[in-house]
């Protein structure tokens, strides 16, 4: 028997680690996120895919291929989610988390309570009792933290967002989980018991935590051996998630206290790279577990209303997320993918729902139809995130092209924002004068209005956005583009439209240049001759000539180099400026 119970769990593990090598590398080649992967993994080789034809059929070799026991590798999926919120704890910090506290106990609250209203409300108004009503709610209104912050981060607006909003779900689960306690029939004294208790446990381990964990850190380092360091770093999540867990709270709850203890030390970066790949296996074995509770036999006879069902959470709490965001201030772009990326249900809402049916809260069918509901949410929030993130640039690109011709007049207009742009309008803004950067790239766009630059997002290539960017009023035009032939077709068509309007262009040589004066620019700044007048500049004054003199020459050379460059390109020149007469034709 014990035999048979080996080769068993030899073979369950064998599968898990089979699809942790093979998903992941396949999936990412394909730029496919591996939670589809995962749960796939589950759905195909759990009790309701290749295991039901090697138990009902007999197919004997299906067997190495089947997970066999799934309620053995549940504490391992567990143990996965453990170590994920214990990462979240180390990308924290206690004054961070403070920080946060209006993010947390403000738009998060609001977010889950207005979303759990929102749900029991139609629920009720479809004759559903309270107390159920309630429940499914507020399971339906958690998203999954193991799944979204993979995939947000917690560096972004995004992710900062939905951590913020995450972490008061974690944080409300237990309180949740001994409301079901009260409604089936508990008593009150037990949740009041729970939560002193908690509280008390909690500060325990925080003063403790700076006061052990970093000479015992610095001991583990001393010894040079990874393994001593792993060992009481998985030591560490391991006993306080078991402290919490046994004093009645979440067991998550005390890994994240582990990691922001952690995170208070110099040894943070350290015990993150160290257990990373504990926290990306466990992930794995989560989701196969999830995957293996989809029956896609019997769901096939409710598709429509599973669809249906998931829809419907899917836009209220897209709908709620997004309209609280705006409310608090964030961007459009934030709002809409943040609002679709949490759009899901959890899988916390699958403990939730699993004690709301235990206390009798809600019937068995039910919690069967919303575990599957659940389980297919979380298969599409990889698809999610892609939604969000395009609805994210659609709303942006229509916030950043309203109203370009905002103070145009002597301003000066930058198409492009790369280096080159930044660097003009540092220049721009060092002189006290306005400019206004146009750039292709919605990202990049992006960052650069967050770190307070003057840009909108915008195609220059498109004739009607020049149009409105009121030329004709502009100090002058920079073309920084990386695109020989679109900076040369630009040149032209607007030296016919603003004739006055002086143009200053990159080019990438001398030869380009050339092309670009004939096109019609003002100046033309090839790289290459910068470069080599910098690096002459540099030369004369290391050997210990006057800098005076050094930047005469430079000036002199440089005009010299640019009158040659216009000549080449069949241009009358000022021989004293070195530049192309504006009356001149192109």
């Known amino acids: 028997m014990a035999s048979e119970l080996d080769t068993s769990s030899l073979g369950d593990a064998l599968v898990i680690l089979g699809a942790a090598g093979i998903v992941i590398p396949t999936f990412a080649r394909f730029k496919i996120n591996p939670v589809i992967g995962f749960i796939l993994v589950g759905i195909i080789a759990g009790p309701f895919g290749l295991g039901h034809f090697a138990t009902n059929h007999d197919v004997a070799w299906l067997q190495h291929v089947t997970i066999q026991d799934p309620e053995a590798i549940a504490p391992f999926a567990d143990f996965g989610v ?96 001994f409301f079901f306690g009260t409604v089936g029939g508990a008593d009150v004294e037990g949740l009041t018991r729970v939560a002193v208790t908690g509280v008390l446990l909690i500060g325990a381990m925080m003063l403790l935590g700076r006061i052990v964990l970093p000479p015992l850190f610095a001991q583990a380092a001393r010894t040079k051996s990874p393994e001593v360091f792993l060992a009481i770093s998985l030591l560490t999540v391991i ?13 998550i709850l005390g890994a994240l206290v582990a990691g922001l203890l952690i995170a208070e030390t110099e040894y943070h970066s350290e015990v993150e790279v160290m257990t990373a790949p504990f926290r990306g296996l466990g992930l794995g074995v989560f989701l196969i577990t999830i995957g293996m509770q989809i029956d896609l036999g019997a769901l096939w006879g409710d598709w429509h209303l599973l669809l249906g069902a998931l829809a419907g959470v899917l836009l209220v709490k897209a709908i709620v997320t997004g309209l609280l965001l705006r409310i ?96 003009v309008a540092d220049m721009l803004v060092e002189h006290d004068r306005p400019y206004l950067a146009i750039d292709s790239d919605i990202d990049s766009a992006s960052r650069a209005r967050k770190a307070g630059y003057s840009v909108l997002y915008g195609d220059v290539a498109r004739g009607e956005l020049t149009e409105r960017l009121d030329l004709d009023k502009a100090a002058a035009l920079v073309m920084t583009m990386d695109d020989p032939v679109l900076t040369a077709r630009l040149t032209r068509k607007l030296r016919t ?51 005076g003199p050094v930047i005469a020459s430079i000036h002199e050379k440089r005009s010299e180099l640019r009158a040659r460059i216009m000549e080449e390109g069949e241009l009358a020149v000022e021989p004293s400026l070195g530049r192309r007469r504006l009356g001149d034709e192109a």
């Open 82 to 177: 453990v170590l994920l919120l214990f990462a979240i704890g180390l990308e924290l910090s206690i004054g961070r988390l403070v920080a946060m506290r209006r993010m947390v106990f403000g738009i998060g609250a609001a977010e889950m309570l207005g979303t759990a209203a929102i749900i029991g409300g139609l629920l009720i108004a479809f004759d559903w009792p309270t107390k159920s009503a309630a429940a499914l709610g507020l399971a339906l209104a958690m998203s999954s933290t193991a799944i979204v912050l993979p995939i947000s981060g917690t560096k972004s607006a995004v992710g900062r967002a939905a951590l913020a909003m995450l972490l008061f779900e974690d944080v409300a689960l237990v309180p949740m989980l």
């Open 239 to 251: 006993l306080a998630a078991s402290a919490t867990s046994a004093v009645g709270l979440s067991p």
């Open 328 to 423: 608090a201030g964030a961007r459009r772009g934030v709002a809409a993918e943040t609002g679709v990326l949490m759009a899901s249900p959890s899988e916390t809402t699958l403990i939730v729902l699993g004690a709301a049916g235990a206390a009798g809260v809600l019937a068995r069918d039910t919690v069967a139809f919303w575990s599957a509901v659940t389980a297919i949410g979380l298969s599409v929030t990889p698809f999610l995130a892609s939604l969000g993130r395009h609805a994210a640039r659609r709303v942006e690109r229509e916030a950043m092209t309203e109203n370009p011709d905002e103070s145009a007049a002597g301003r000066t207009v930058i198409f492009g924002f790369g280096r080159v742009g930044r660097m």
């Open 497 to 547: 439209q603003y004739p006055g309007l002086p143009i200053i262009a990159r080019a990438r040589d001398s030869e380009h240049a050339g092309r670009l004066y004939k096109a019609g620019v003002t100046d033309a700044v090839p790289e290459a001759l910068e470069a080599s007048l910098q690096l002459s500049e540099a030369v004369l004054v290391d050997i210990g000539v006057a800098m």
